[in-house]
C-alpha cells in the first residue's frame, strides 16, 4: 500500500509539538548569485539533527505498546538511528540500533544519547538484516525500516509540506524542488506533498557521483544498483537501489536526477558555513551543492532546496572548513 | 535623545522585506539538559551573519541621500561593517569602511562584497575616528556609530521585539534574555523591546571574562572601562567601555552582568554545532555559554538567549572543533 498525501497530513498533525517546524532560509546573497530566489529548508534544525525524525516519530507514535514488549529495532549508523532513538525515547520504549563496528564512536554515543542500545556486527561476515531479525523475534520488537514504508515516507513528506505551505505564504511558486536521496524516502514524501500542494513544480533527486542508482532508475524506469556502498563523503546518502515503494511513488512523479561529485558537496557545505551560518553534513548539502554549481537553471526561478542534515563528524568538518576535502 | 520602544516599532516597520525575521530555535535536547525552556533567537541568521544589519539598515534607510553624497562611513573590522556595508549596498549609497591593517584578509573581502571600500589604519600610530572624520569632511559623507546612536540601539532592538513576540506566540513567559554585550547597544535596544512586551522579564549582559566593562559599569552605577582592548577569541566584544547613550538605558532596566571564559565560549560554538546545528562565533555564542555552565538558573525557567552572529573565520572554526581552544 503506497502511501498518499493524506497520510502526509495525517502525519503533519502526529508531529506537532514533537518535531521543530523547521525553518525556510532565504539568503539575500544567494539569490543575488543565482539571479533568482532559492528557498532552503534547514532540516538540519530538526530534532536529532536531520530530517529523520519526522518518518521515525510518525512511524514510532503509532505503534502499540503492547504488541512490541522489545520496543524497536533499527539498523542504521546514522541519522535514521538518531531519528528512531529520539523517537522511541519520547515514547518510553526500548530502541536497539544495530551498526557496523567501524561506525565512528561519535555516531554510537548519539543513539546511545537518546537511551539507545547500540549492537555492533562485522560488516565483512554479518547481515545486519539476519541480526535485526532475530532481535525482532527474540524481544518481541518492531523493526523500522530506514525508507521503504508508507509511514516513513509519509513523515518524512512533512518536510516537503512545510517548504511549499511556507513558499505560498512567501507568494513564490516553485519551479523546482531538488531533494538529496538515497533510498528515497524523503524524496517520495516530498513529491507527494508538492504535487498535492505546489502543482507544476518539479522534484529532482541530488546524489553524490558514482552513486547515481537513483538518476539511472529514473532514466530506465527500472531499480538499478550502484556497483559499490562506500566511498563518497555523503555517508548519508550510501543506500545501493531505491526502495521498491520509494521507486514506485518517485517514478511517477520525479524530473531528471542529478548528481554531485565530493569536492562539490563539500563546497556547499562551505558556503552553508560561511554564508548561511548552517552546519550541513556532505550529504546533506547536495541539494544545496547542485544550485551552486548550475546543475539546474536558477535565473528568474523559484528552486526549493532541501539541507536535510547537519550531522557531521567535527574533524571531517574541520578538514572540509581548511579546504583538505 | 534616547529611543524609546517606538523607535523600536518602526525600526521594525523599516526592517521588514530587507532584514529575515531570524528564526526562534529551541533544542529538545538543550530543555532537557537545562530542565527549562530555552529560546534561541538565531542572529547567526541574519543578513550578514549578525544581528548588525538591523541597526545598520534602521538608520541608512532613513538617509536623506543628496545630504550625503559621501555616502556613509564605518570604523569596524567585524560585523557592524558588514551590516553597513550591505546596507548602503541596498540603498545604492558608498559605503567606506575603516579598519585596522592586521584586519584578517576575509574580514576586508566581506566588506567589499557589498561593494564597500576599505582603508587600513595602523593601530599603533593612528586613531580610527581622526581617520573616518576625515573622509567625513572630504567627502561629505555621514559616520554609521556602532552602538551609541538612537536608531542603531532601536533597530537592534528589533530582535529583542522578535523574540518575545515568539515567545508570547509560544504561550511561553521569558523569566531572564541574555543578550552578549560589547557597546551596549543590541543590549539596550533588546531591553527596551522587553520592557515593553515582556514586563517582568530580567535582561542580562554576557561578557568575557577580562572585559567585564558593562558589568562592572552596572555595578558601580558609572561607566568603567576595560584594561585592555585585545586578548579575547570574542573579538566581536572588545568595546572598551559602554556607551553613554546604551549606559544610560541600560542602568535603568538590567539585571545582573554575567561573563564566561574563553574556554567556555568556545564551548558553546561547539555545543552550536554539534545539538544546534548553528554557525556561531565566539562572541555570538557567550549568552549560551552562559546557559550551559548554569551562570543563570533554568530549571523550571524560561530563558531567551540571543545567539548574536556567526561570523568566525574558518579557522578558527577547525580548532576550536578540534578543541585546540
Redesign the interface.
Known amino acids: 500500500m503506497l502511501p498518499d498525501f493524506s497520510d502526509i497530513e495525517k502525519a503533519a498533525r502526529r508531529l506537532e509539538r514533537f518535531a521543530?517546524r523547521t525553518?525556510v532560509?532565504?539568503s539575500?546573497?544567494l539569490n543575488a548569485m543565482t539571479g533568482g530566489r532559492i528557498l532552503i529548508k534547514a532540516e538540519?534544525?530538526q530534532?536529532t539533527?536531520s530530517f529523520k525524525f519526522r518518518g521515525a516519530w510518525n512511524r514510532i507514535s503509532q505503534l502499540d505498546a503492547a504488541a512490541a514488549p522489545g520496543g524497536v529495532v533499527a539498523y542504521s549508523s546514522g541519522n535514521h538511528a538518531q531519528g528512531v532513538a529520539?523517537a522511541a525515547e519520547i515514547r518510553g520504549l526500548p530502541a536497539l540500533i544495530v551498526m557496523p563496528a567501524d561506525t565512528p564512536r561519535i555516531k554510537q554515543d548519539n543513539a546511545r544519547?537518546y537511551g539507545a542500545e547500540v549492537i555492533t556486527y562485522d560488516r565483512a561476515t554479518q547481515s545486519r538484516e539476519e541480526i535485526a531479525q532475530r532481535y525482532v523475534k527474540e524481544r518481541g520488537a518492531v523493526l523500522v525500516p530506514p525508507f521503504d514504508d508508507p509511514d516513513i515516507i509519509a513523515g518524512q513528506g512533512t518536510a516537503g509540506l512545510e517548504l511549499a505551505e511556507e513558499a505560498a505564504s512567501r507568494g513564490v511558486h516553485l519551479d523546482d524542488v531538488l531533494v538529496c536521496c538515497s533510498g528515497g524516502g524523503l524524496t517520495a514524501g516530498v513529491a507527494l506533498a508538492v504535487e498535492a500542494k505546489s502543482p507544476g513544480t518539479k522534484v529532482h533527486t541530488v546524489e553524490p557521483e558514482g552513486f547515481e542508482d537513483y538518476a539511472r532508475s529514473l532514466a530506465s524506469g527500472r531499480i538499478e544498483r550502484n556497483e559499490k556502498a562506500t566511498g563518497s563523503i555523503c555517508d548519508a546518502l550510501m543506500a545501493v537501489s531505491p526502495g521498491e515503494m520509494t521507486f514506485a511513488i518517485n517514478k511517477r512523479l520525479l524530473g531528471e536526477g542529478l548528481a554531485v561529485s565530493d569536492a562539490e558537496a563539500a563546497e556547499a557545505v562551505?558556503f552553508?558555513?560561511?554564508?548561511?551560518?548552517?552546519?550541513?553534513e556532505p550529504g546533506g548539502a547536495v541539494a544545496l551543492a547542485a544550485v551552486l554549481t548550475r546543475r539546474i537553471a536558477t535565473r528568474d526561478r523559484a528552486v526549493g532546496v532541501i539541507l536535510s542534515g547537519?550531522n557531521c563528524d567535527?574533524?571531517l568538518?574541520?578538514?572540509i572548513?581548511?579546504r583538505e576535502i
Chains 1, 2 share one sequence.
Open positions: 521543530v525553518p532560509i532565504e539575500p546573497k538540519c534544525l530534532r539533527g529520539a544519547s562551505r552553508a558555513f560561511e554564508v548561511l551560518k548552517l552546519v550541513a547537519g567535527a574533524g568538518y574541520a578538514r572548513l581548511k
